[in-house]
């Protein structure tokens, strides 16, 4: 399925912890995840690579 979603949940569980660390110190930490917007070009390409894959047809993105 691609490792995108795991190295996303690295990075937004990094940004956790920093923010955990470095919030007691006056320290603000901002992890924006805007992968998962369906205008956005790099999520449907892989759905819809993955669906060719897995040989389905149909989807929650739209082309």
């Known amino acids: 399925m691609g490792g995108m979603a795991p ?3 690295a990075i937004e569980s990094l940004s956790r912890g920093l923010a955990a660390e470095l919030g007691p110190h006056g320290v603000r930490l901002v992890c924006l995840n805007a992968a998962g917007m ?3 070009p790099q999520l449907s390409e892989a759905y819809g690579l993955t ?3 897995a040989n389905l047809s149909g989807g929650m993105i739209a082309d």
């Open 38 to 40: 369906p205008e956005t």
């Open 7 to 9: 190295a996303w949940a």
């Open 51 to 53: 669906g060719a894959i």
